[in-house]
């Protein structure tokens, strides 16, 4: 995968092939930077031929199951192989399992969700961070949750791994607020992507309600992350507001109003 540098900065996009990933990486195409984008489907090479642009940046498919600690070592790999620095990584790939915990969804699918939302995440970072760190410059968004601040009811591992992916972000920030390296968390609401059908939360209230269109989170999210801003509630003024009312809403009543938004057939 080895080219020439072609002068124009590089970002790292993962879950790239469709919805905010894939917006990202467009945000990213469009204010000139070349990227790297990967995912788990083949559509990643479709969405890499459109992000390319005439005499412009250069879109890089990496076809890579980041829910495996190889594949996680190959998209590192694929990177590093480029020979040359990462300017910006967006570590967004995540995935969710709606359902009832104890009997209504299947061990392996909270399991994957563990992997790809957590320890894919850490292990990227672990990877690719010390290069920014030592360049003394860089960009990091993660794509956190507005369900990192509430519980989750029939999305129980989810939410809890959307927390893990907030406070590990917030923690890296104040490690690196000398280093030159910026750390944005993006905690968009419900968009308008394939990630309920996925989760198989089609019957929800969630799965059937209004939702943000990722290209707008994706701007928002962008903006955030070149400003180097602590976190962004992309998306809708609602969203806006549940984030900021997650600050002061007691758990049991935040979990109370997941649980009428998330449980199976709530939507019917």
Do not use: W
Not at 94 to 115: H, M, N, Q
Not at 237 to 261: C, S, W, Y
Request: net charge negative; glycine share 12%.
């Amino acid at each position: 995968m080895s080219t020439p540098t072609t002068g124009r900065p590089l970002a790292v996009v993962t879950g790239a092939s469709s919805g905010i990933g894939y917006e990202l990486a467009a945000q990213f195409t469009g204010h000139g930077y070349d990227v790297v984008v990967a995912a788990e489907d083949p559509a990643i090479a479709t969405a890499a031929r459109n992000l390319r642009r005439d005499n412009g940046p250069e879109a890089y498919p990496v076809q890579v199951d980041l829910a495996t600690p190889e594949g996680a070592e190959q998209l590192a790999g694929a990177v590093t192989e480029l020979g040359r620095p990462v300017d910006a990584l967006a570590l967004n790939a995540g995935r969710g399992a709606g359902g009832d915990f104890v009997g209504g969804t299947d061990l392996r699918d909270e399991l994957t969700v563990v992997d790809l939302n957590v320890r894919s995440t850490v292990h990227l970072a672990k990877r690719l961070l010390p290069g920014m760190v030592e360049r003394g410059r860089g960009r990091v968004l993660f794509t956190s949750s507005i369900a990192s601040t509430m519980p989750g009811p029939y999305q129980a591992v989810y939410n809890a791994s959307k927390s893990f992916v907030q406070s590990f972000a917030e923690g890296l920030r104040n490690e690196l607020k000398d280093s030159g390296v910026t750390v944005t968390s993006l905690m968009p609401g419900p968009t308008d992507t394939e990630f309920f059908e996925r989760a198989h939360m089609e019957d929800t209230r969630v799965g059937q309600g209004r939702k943000d269109d990722p290209r707008t989170v994706a701007e928002d999210a962008f903006a955030a992350l070149m400003k180097g801003e602590h976190k962004v509630a992309a998306g809708s003024f609602v969203n806006k507001l549940q984030t900021a009312a997650g600050k002061i809403v007691p758990d049991r009543l935040k979990a109370e109003q997941h649980r009428k938004m998330a449980e199976p057939g709530s939507g019917s």
